[in-house]
């Protein structure tokens, strides 16, 4: 069971002080099973088959009940009380059959590789709620979904390599996919009649769409005395989207799209040196769902409507990297930093239209909005992370520094107005642990996280906000005793939040433990948890069209008793008699 709230303030393009609040209860159970089978054949010293097939079956349910309200500064707008359940079961069925061939040539090859997925899915959704308005009727709803997804995946590639020169290699690769997402969604109104159920189709859905890619490249490769390699790749890219919907409104459209997806790499490897740089360009695409191309009103939360856009059209990425790593095993220090910065061209974002009650929007009562997915310019981020590992106290001790930052332009549609969000995260964390004995180990760590976002729509909705942390971990095993001590100590301090959210807790966790028989080999242990009953889990979001706090009151103040029995040391002769034998 878990409880959580949230309150969101929106970006508006007026100073509106529209804000959301939910309280929301929700009790939830997952059952899953997986089978996994990995198989090799070694054919020979140049042919090999590989087989992965996996099975997975998952059940999952979830119980909400959920209380919410839209204000306009002191002004109540909205309210909202209902309770949900869902259940959903789902399987999957994949596998990769791959062949490869090492031609008597070195460096030249041939592999092919057929994959298959499908995953397939029957789930129930019941939603009863009741909803008030500013001056309108109340609102109530009493209605039950049943859907059906099937998402049958079929791909194969081929790929052969040959050596030009002694340091060169040449790739050629073509693959193709067909993807077959099939979603039927009915909804049924249980309160329009006296019937049972009566079709919503304004609610309903049944849509099919079938993506076809093609792709194909050309690479190279280069590597120049184990220090210096290069690789770079020229592909391109087909794509063929045909979607057929027949609720709730008919619907036949195809749309084709090309891209050319150029790739390079530069890898630099000293010998005799733990250093290494990697530097990497690349692009991607990225194929709207079925769940956005739908033109559907989902309406599981009635103030927060959303539907699907089947214009949407493939988006496109540009992603460039570098990374850097230094270790120096012989005096314990270690280095290790990223950097990247990636491009959207038209980014997948959204288009949120807000009633309030200097603004109004047909169709919506105040407070109330929904929200749509639209293709947008305007979208890169940067990232950095640096880490330094070095020893203290002729290296009894292990210090550490961390820093990272991320920096992200998000762009939106509010109102039909454009919002660039634009959100600066940096932070810095610094531990110490020690090896100081075989008695006592401790950990020690703290650090800060900053949040900062700006909105060119209305500054008005600008934020900050910043986090500290602090954790302690003690373990401590006195000489010839059977007993050990264990507890560890967190610590954050939120600054920034709405005031109705927790700005500061500590978590107390401690452990005693005996070991039982002559040999120590059984542990009894006793654990307490949350000692202090502080225990819970705070959240800031930024988003292009809001900033939202989420406080969820996770499991609180509970003990554990673990038996926990450790078998011998492994016969390393026995071992070494067995090798050789086979797989």
């Known amino acids: 069971e878990e409880e959580s709230k949230r309150l969101r303030a929106y970006i508006l393009p007026s100073d509106s002080g529209q804000t959301y609040r939910e309280v929301e209860r929700s009790l939830t159970q997952t059952y899953s099973h997986n089978l996994n089978l990995d198989l090799e054949w070694q054919i020979d010293s140049n042919h090999a088959i590989e087989f992965d097939p996996n099975f997975s079956f998952d059940r999952y349910s979830r119980i909400n009940n959920t209380a919410s309200q839209t204000r306009q500064s002191d002004q109540l707008l909205n309210s909202n009380v209902r309770q949900s359940s869902f259940m959903e079961d789902s399987w999957s069925l994949n596998g990769e059959l791959l062949y490869k061939y090492a031609f008597p040539k070195k460096g030249r090859t041939f592999s092919t590789s057929l994959e298959y997925d499908n995953e397939h899915s029957d789930a129930s959704e019941s939603l009863d709620a009741l909803g008030a308005f500013r001056n309108s009727e109340n609102d109530t709803i009493s209605q039950i979904t049943r859907s059906s997804g099937r998402s049958p995946v079929l791909s194969g590639e081929l790929v052969f390599t040959e050596p030009l020169g002694e340091k060169g290699l040449l790739e050629m690769r073509y693959e193709v996919e067909r993807d077959r997402q099939n979603d039927d969604r009915r909804t049924f109104d249980l309160a329009a009649s006296d019937a049972d159920e009566v079709l919503d189709s304004t609610l309903?859905?049944?849509?099919?769409?079938?993506?076809?890619?093609?792709?194909?490249?050309?690479?190279?490769?280069?590597?120049?005395?184990?220090?210096?390699?290069?690789?770079?790749?020229?592909?391109?890219?087909?794509?063929?989207?045909?979607?057929?919907?027949?609720?709730?409104?008919?619907?036949?459209?195809?749309?084709?799209?090309?891209?050319?997806?150029?790739?390079?790499?530069?890898?630099?490897?000293?010998?005799?040196?733990?250093?290494?740089?990697?530097?990497?360009?690349?692009?991607?695409?990225?194929?709207?769902?079925?769940?956005?191309?739908?033109?559907?009103?989902?309406?599981?939360?009635?103030?927060?409507?959303?539907?699907?856009?089947?214009?949407?059209?493939?988006?496109?990425?540009?992603?460039?990297?570098?990374?850097?790593?230094?270790?120096?095993?012989?005096?314990?220090?270690?280095?290790?930093?990223y950097a990247a910065v990636s491009s959207t061209e038209r980014f997948i974002g959204t288009s949120t239209r807000i009633a309030s009650s200097s603004d109004p929007v047909p169709g919506l009562q105040p407070g109330q909005q929904i929200t749509r997915p639209v293709n947008l310019d305007g979208n890169w981020a940067a990232r950095l992370f640096a880490y330094y590992g070095f020893p203290i106290w002729k290296g009894k001790l292990k210090g550490s520094a961390r820093m990272g930052l991320r920096y992200e332009e998000l762009p939106s549609l509010i109102n039909l107005e454009e919002n660039i969000a634009r959100t600066f995260s940096p932070g810095i964390s610094g531990g110490l642990a020690s090896n100081i004995s075989k008695a006592i180990d401790f950990n020690l760590s703290g650090g800060v996280n900053f949040g900062q976002i700006r909105n060119s729509l209305n500054d008005a909705a600008d934020n900050d906000f910043r986090t500290w942390n602090g954790t302690a971990n003690i373990k401590y095993r006195p000489e010839n005793s059977r007993f050990t001590f264990e507890t560890d100590l967190t610590y954050i301090a939120n600054f920034g939040l709405s005031d109705d959210f927790s700005q500061q807790f500590t978590v107390l966790n401690a452990g005693i433990g005996y070991k039982l028989l002559k040999s120590k080999r059984l542990e009894a242990k006793l654990w307490m948890f949350d000692i202090l009953g502080q225990n819970t889990n705070v959240n800031r979001n930024f988003t292009s069209t809001y900033t939202e706090d989420i406080e969820q009151l996770v499991l609180s103040r509970y003990t554990m008793f673990s038996l926990t029995y450790r078998f011998g040391k492994f016969d390393e002769k026995r071992g070494r008699s067995g090798r050789g034998r086979g797989r």
């Open 204 to 337: 309903s859905n049944v849509f099919v769409s079938d993506v076809y890619t093609q792709e194909y490249s050309l690479g190279y490769q280069w590597e120049a005395e184990e220090t210096w390699s290069f690789s770079t790749r020229v592909g391109g890219q087909h794509v063929l989207i045909d979607n057929l919907q027949e609720l709730p409104n008919p619907l036949d459209q195809e749309r084709r799209y090309n891209a050319l997806l150029p790739y390079a790499a530069l890898f630099y490897e000293p010998e005799e040196t733990d250093f290494r740089l990697r530097l990497r360009y690349r692009t991607s695409t990225d194929v709207p769902s079925i769940g956005q191309l739908q033109e559907v009103i989902f309406n599981t939360n009635p103030l927060l409507l959303s539907t699907g856009n089947p214009d949407l059209e493939m988006s496109y990425t540009h992603d460039i990297s570098l990374r850097i790593i230094g270790n120096d095993p012989r005096n314990s220090n270690g280095f290790f930093s």
